[in-house]
Every structure is written in structure tokens, then in C-alpha cells.
């Protein structure tokens, strides 16, 4: 485990700052860890600013950082375009897993009139 090779490797000569991190961060751990965002929708969100991951993804769209006005702004279109496809294709494969999921649990229901 990651946070028990941290407390070994550290403990014995940076015991503050171990207790710093056990008393803080180890109780909190499940909020912020991409182990635990994974098990859950997030629709590819990783950050913890939306700000953040929307500046880093259109950073992604652009050649450089002098981009003219007009450029920038086809830019955003496409990148929105982009996400918009992208969500698209995400909710449907989630609609798709969980149809799946629920069909197959209920094939061995008695069917209406049968039983």
C-alpha cells in the first residue's frame, strides 16, 4: 500500500511531517485518490478545479499562446464540439452497460402470464 511505504520511509526521520499527513490527509483519503475516482462517474473529470481541466484541455487546442482572437475562438467551438461528442458517447455507453446490467438480472423473472 502507497501510504504505508510513505509512513515507512519517512517515519523515523521526518515524524512531523508523518503525523502531518496521518492527521490531515490519511482521513481523507478516499476524496482524493484516482483509485476511488475511478469506481465512480465522473465523466473524465481528474481534477479537482473544473477551471483547471477546462484551461489544460483548450491549452491542448491551441499551437501556441499568441493565438490570434479569432483563432481562439474556433478553437473553443471546436473544443466544445469536441466534449460535447465526447459526453455523447460516454452516456450512451453507460445507458448501453446498464441496460445490460439490468436485463440480465431480470431474465429469470417469471415473464407477464407465465408462471
Known amino acids: 500500500m502507497a501510504w ?3 509512513i515507512d520511509q519517512f517515519a523515523e526521520h521526518q515524524e512531523p511531517a508523518v503525523s502531518y499527513i496521518l492527521s490531515t490527509y ?3 483519503r478516499k476524496h482524493f485518490l484516482e483509485y476511488f ?3 465512480n462517474r465522473n465523466f473524465g473529470v481528474r ?10 484541455e483548450l491549452k491542448s487546442y ?3 499562446s499568441r493565438a490570434e482572437l479569432r483563432f481562439l475562438a ?7 464540439k469536441d466534449q460535447e461528442a465526447l ?3 460516454k452516456r450512451g455507453e453507460e445507458a448501453t452497460r446498464q441496460l445490460g446490467q439490468y436485463s440480465s438480472s431480470t431474465q429469470d423473472l417469471p415473464q407477464q402470464g407465465q408462471e
Not at 47 to 56: D, M, N
Not at 74 to 80: A, G, M, N
Open 62 to 64: 491551441l499551437l501556441n
Open 37 to 39: 475516482t475511478r469506481q
Open 26 to 28: 490519511f482521513p481523507w
Open 4 to 6: 504505508q511505504h510513505l
Open 87 to 89: 459526453y455523447n458517447a
Open 74 to 80: 474556433s478553437r473553443v467551438e471546436q473544443l466544445v
Open 47 to 56: 481534477v479537482t478545479s473544473r477551471t483547471e481541466g477546462s484551461h489544460k
